[in-house]
């Protein structure tokens, strides 16, 4: 009786082949890089079934229903025993999620709410030119403008925006105060006139 051929392939051994890496390859769910879920995750259980039990969701279409208008939701009227009028019920469904992953969903929450720290800075050549009209020119943006060293033609509007942003930038801004000996900083830029 003749063999399948998909049964002697099988049996062949794959010299290019590292099964150790190979298996480690398979069994490895990636680098979780949160380390809030990374705690919480559980390798014997599937990714679907450790993100529904931390209490996210994978397909934001899911957790959140958007109404449509061709089919309207099935909707439950209650009369309340105290007064005569109408107000609407939805029925909704609470899954069982365990209460120290419910912590995962609560810190991801307090992350995203928590204030970020600004990371805009400006390259050093924008820092130059910017440093460089201001000590020549103070606040006159169309002598700016017409310098012979502006030679990206930028109009007296868009130098008054790059010098706004580099004022706002308290990091680079106080920098150049410091290097020119000026002890206050005058954040707000009205001071200007051309605001």
């Known amino acids: 009786m003749a063999k399948l051929r998909k049964v002697r392939r099988r049996k062949k051994f794959r010299y290019n082949i590292n099964r150790k890496r190979l298996r480690n390859k398979i069994n490895n769910c990636g680098k979780i890089s949160c380390k809030e879920i990374a705690d919480q995750w559980e ?8 993100i529904k039990e931390m209490g996210l969701s994978i397909n934001p279409n899911e957790c959140v229903k958007i109404n449509n208008n061709h089919k309207p939701e099935e909707k439950i009227n209650i009369k309340t025993p105290n007064d005569d009028e109408w107000y609407v019920e939805t029925e909704e469904v609470q899954e069982d999620i365990p209460a120290s992953k419910k912590i995962v969903a609560e810190m991801l929450l307090k ?25 020549k020119y103070g606040s006159d943006y169309k002598a700016m ?51």
């Open 111 to 135: 992350e995203a709410k928590a204030p970020r720290a600004k990371g805009l800075r400006l390259p050093g050549s924008v820092v130059e030119w910017v440093t460089y009209l201001m000590d």
């Open 43 to 50: 390798r014997q259980k599937s990714f679907k079934t450790n």
């Open 145 to 195: 403008a017409r310098d012979k060293k502006n030679r990206d033609q930028e109009t007296w509007k868009q130098i008054r925006r790059k010098i706004k942003l580099f004022k706002n930038i308290e990091e680079q801004y106080s920098e150049y105060l410091r290097k020119r000996g000026i002890q206050s900083i005058e954040s707000d830029f009205s001071s200007d006139g051309e605001l």
